[in-house]
């Protein structure tokens, strides 16, 4: 269909060709056409949704020798101070959108400077990124953490991580990620104008070495030496029994319903991470929740008493985890 616009002594006048060719002046009404939309071509596949946020998979895996936990060696000029290696423990991890949370070997640090060197951040950072990336590894995030996720973190968790996790509050965040070939590597620092928070953790699944000692084990013990000690895991610096421990306590139960007149005192202790009289509160509440646990099966208390001794009574060495390991007990003694 042609439209012509025709202009003469100061007005306009409008033509529309018909179909056979007449035009029609402007205000007649042309022939209505039919018009005949054509099928709708199906449109392109949906694509699939793309992964919220940081995702493990999305860092490359490296086949470069790693070396000694825990991995990284300071710049010339930098010591560590407060240092602790933990076996097994969980951290959670800043990405830029959320927490997460890795277990394993875990090694806590407070960076400064050695005396007659100057403290600068930027070259502390600039260093621990460049054996990252020699590494293999990869900057996850440079960030503050989110106010609503800190507020979040139990204050347990933030006892725990002191030192180690810097002044999160007030400073930025550089995670990074190694991804080896035998390992995953996740690396927390945390640099403010004076010295900077560390925590270097090589991510790996519980491996439990407590063995259960069945009610008979106990018995010859007690009966030998008076006093026996077990390994009852409880939650990080609280007193309540984990579920894996539970077998054990049951195995209590079944020594003192074998022997009616047999009378315990359970003994917690702890290791000498923290302080004193915090462990010696700690150990108490934990020697308690033993107790309250073998009431609840029927056990009369009268024949139950709990004492807390702290890190008073160490049977190891606590410079080694194996040590801080073995100090961290409970023992049932007779009375």
């Known amino acids: 269909m042609a439209i012509g616009v025709l202009v003469a002594c100061g007005r306009s006048e409008q033509a529309v060709a018909t179909q056979d060719g007449e035009p029609v002046q402007a205000g007649e009404s042309a022939p209505a056409e039919t018009a005949v939309s054509p099928a709708a071509a199906p449109g392109p596949a949906p694509e699939p949704a793309k992964p919220v946020g940081f995702d493990l998979a999305s860092v490359p895996v490296s086949d470069r020798a790693l070396g000694a936990f825990p991995f990284i060696a300071l710049p010339e000029g930098y010591e560590a101070i407060d240092e602790q290696t933990l076996n097994i423990a969980r951290v959670p991890f800043w990405t830029g959108d959320r927490l997460e949370n890795v277990e394993g070997k875990v090694y806590m640090a407070t960076i400064q400077e050695q005396q007659g060197w100057t403290y600068s951040h930027l070259e502390l950072e600039r260093n621990i990124q460049h054996v990252v990336e020699q590494a293999g590894g990869m900057l996850v995030t440079d960030s503050n953490i989110a106010p609503d996720v800190l507020e979040s973190v139990s204050r347990d968790v933030r006892v725990s991580l002191v030192g180690g996790w810097g002044d999160v509050y007030n400073y930025p965040v550089r995670t990074y990620v190694i991804r080896n070939t035998d390992k995953t590597v996740w690396l927390h ?147």
């Open 189 to 335: 620092l945390c640099a403010d104008s004076a010295g900077a928070g560390l925590i270097i953790v090589e991510a790996k699944a519980f491996e439990p070495t407590a063995s259960l000692l069945p009610a008979d084990a106990l018995k010859r013990e007690i009966d030998a030496h008076g006093k026996v000690a077990m390994q009852i895991h409880f939650a990080v610096d609280k007193a309540d029994i984990m579920p894996d421990s539970m077998p054990q306590i049951e195995q209590v139960t079944s020594l003192l319903n074998n022997d009616p007149v047999l009378k315990l005192s359970i003994n917690g202790h702890t290791d000498n991470t923290g302080d004193a009289a915090h462990n010696q509160v700690l150990s108490e509440a934990r020697a308690k929740s033993v107790v309250a646990a073998l009431i609840a099966r029927g056990i009369d208390e009268s024949r139950l008493q709990a004492k807390g001794q702290g890190q008073s009574e160490p049977v190891a060495d606590n410079a080694t985890e194996a040590g801080r390991a073995k100090n961290r007990r409970v023992e049932l003694v007779r009375i």
